[in-house]
């Protein structure tokens, strides 16, 4: 118990001249002198310790970009910390092989070894001195990962083991990927405690290229489009071009134009980003979200003539003439209030298709759909913004025998042929076709949903040719209106002309008249 007195008592008088010495250190030294001691007491502790460290902050560039070699750090830390650090985060991954990813806590310390080389990696974060009193103390926020190695492994580490690691980082994160969807918040919720410009959910549309109806030959060849494109990195460069590429998918609704975005995404084993455009106010906006969307990934504008007006001339008549039905329809007007909210111009879009900051991050592809592709802009389409113009139409006979696989799993039939023949004369979307194919009871088989497919083109035949006929007794009439317009307009102008002969023959009789009259006086 003595000893423990002891102890305790030196302690305290060691803390205590510690203390003085360091008040006597702050306040008799002046600061330019206490860098200068900084300095060398530096360079000396140096000399004594022989270990370098290396950080990687999580944004680089004004925070505009989070740093993809922060995140495949991460990421391969993660698979090493769970096993030897013992304060870790965890999230759940919903559908995932592992459920719970487990990783680095912050101010947590993991060791790794490479070729017989120990290294310390450190997860830690500043959070800024600011006197101000902030709701959103998080958002200022800065997270690092530092490693520490001896000096004498300079060269291996900062040339291999890095490297390594990086690498190692993005093959993993590449094998436990999970697609996701994402869409564009609105600008108002880009800052503050929960700032972020797009929200996401795991993509699970189990479309896939081999299940998508249309021509073979032409699926053949957006298949080795896109093989081409994703194994294109060095051919990009040795061109120099950005590593993008823009898809234009045009055609009626319900030919399957979704259907195959989602199937390239599945594909090419990319992300989606949804964009939204009018939800975009302006231009610069546009361009923030593009810096904010990773590689691999495919960024879509559905219904491009929708979205926006971007059809230059066509704006000013379409307005002269919506502006008198706005003013009637009260719901008309409060959604073209809502769409002057959105400022963002045709030559802000081919920025963000092809301007300098489209080429940041690399391997992405854009995709717009339209079912109108005569009402958009050339420029907006040419080729090299719009690389590919993919045309999604009618079913046509191969179409559907994908369709009757999957649906069916009917692969000939009898009624196939007269299918064929129907197909060839009537216009129906894959989506009708599937939508007939698909049974509606357990007591429908193949040979009933074909029977309904058939009975349906039958119909739309039908209907078709009355259409076809309605619309051909309507131009006779048509023609027959215009025929009796004409007649009646040169039946017009010949009694006008009678009656002028008439007044003419008239006015020289009476003319005659005055003169003789005249003469008479
Ligand atoms: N080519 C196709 N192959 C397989 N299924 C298709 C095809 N086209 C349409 N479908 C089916 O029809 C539905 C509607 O198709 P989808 O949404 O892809 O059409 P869309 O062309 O995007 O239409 P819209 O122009 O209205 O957006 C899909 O859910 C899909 O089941
Ligand atoms: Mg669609």
């Known amino acids: 118990m003595e000893i423990i007195n002891t102890i305790w008592s030196q302690f305290g008088s060691i803390m205590a001249s510690i203390m003085f ?24 502790t140096n000399l004594f310790y022989p270990y370098i460290q290396i950080t990687f902050p999580e944004f680089t560039g004004e925070k505009l970009h989070r740093s993809d070699a922060y995140a495949s750090i991460q990421t391969y830390l993660s698979e090493n910390s769970s096993k030897t650090a013992k304060r870790l985060k965890a999230e759940v991954v919903k559908d995932s092989q592992t459920p719970l990813v487990l990783s680095m806590d912050d101010n947590e310390e993991i060791t790794d070894e490479f070729n017989g080389v120990k290294v310390w990696w450190y997860s830690h974060h500043t959070t800024p001195r600011t006197q101000s009193f902030s709701f959103y103390p998080a958002s200022d926020e800065k997270r690092f990962l530092t490693v520490t190695f001896h000096r004498r492994h300079r060269d291996l580490i900062t040339g291999t083991y890095i490297k390594h690691v990086l690498d190692e980082g993005k093959a993993i994160s590449t094998r436990n990927r999970q697609l996701k969807l994402y869409t564009n918040n609105p600008s108002e919720n880009w800052y503050g405690y ?11 549309h189990p ?136 400022k963002v111009t045709l030559s802000g879009l081919l920025n963000f298709i ?64 007269r299918i064929g023949k129907l197909l060839e004369e009537v216009n129906m979307t894959p989506a009708d076709v599937a939508e007939n194919l698909m049974p509606k009871s357990v007591d429908e088989d193949s040979d ?73 006086h």
């Open 354 to 417: 092809d301007g300098i900051w489209s080429a940041c991050g690399g391997e992405r592809i854009i995709i717009f759909t339209t079912n109108f592709v005569d009402k958009l802009d050339p420029a907006l389409i040419r080729r090299g913004r719009m690389d590919k113009h993919i045309e999604l139409s009618y079913c046509g006979f191969e179409a559907f025998r994908v369709l009757a696989r999957n649906y069916l799993d009917v692969e000939n039939h009898g009624l196939f042929g």
């Open 21 to 44: 010495v360091y008040t006597i250190y702050e306040r008799f030294f002046p600061p330019s002198l206490r860098i200068y001691l900084r300095k060398h007491t530096q360079i000396i």
């Open 207 to 342: 479309a896939r290229f081999e299940t998508l109806a249309m021509d073979p030959k032409k699926k053949e060849e957006i298949v080795k489009d896109l093989v081409k494109f994703k194994k294109g990195k060095e051919y990009y460069e040795k061109i120099g071009k950005a590593w993008k590429r823009g898809y234009l998918l045009y055609g009626p609704p319900g030919t399957g134009k979704s259907t195959m975005i989602a199937a390239m995404a599945n594909f090419m084993n990319y992300d989606i980003y949804d964009l939204e455009l009018t939800a975009v106010k302006e231009n610069t906006e546009l361009r923030k979200l593009l810096i904010e969307t990773s590689g691999k990934s495919i960024i879509v504008i559905e219904d491009i003539d929708c979205s926006l007006d971007l059809t230059g001339q066509r704006k000013k008549k379409k307005e002269e003439k919506d502006a008198e039905e706005k003013e009637k329809d009260p719901v008309k007007k409060a959604k073209s209030e809502e769409e002057k909210g959105s």
């Open 448 to 520: 009933t949903c074909l029977g309904n497919l058939v009975e349906s083109l039958d119909k739309a035949k039908e209907e078709a040719e009355k259409m076809k006929k309605k619309t051909e007794e309507e131009e006779v009439k048509k023609k027959a209106e215009e025929e009796e317009q004409e007649a009646k307009l040169k039946a017009e102008k010949e009694k006008e002309k009678e009656k002028e002969k008439e007044v003419n023959s008239s006015n020289g009789e009476s003319g005659g008249g005055v003169k003789e009259n005249g003469h008479l």
């Open 194 to 204: 929960k700032r972020s410009k797009w929200s996401h959910i795991v993509f699970e």
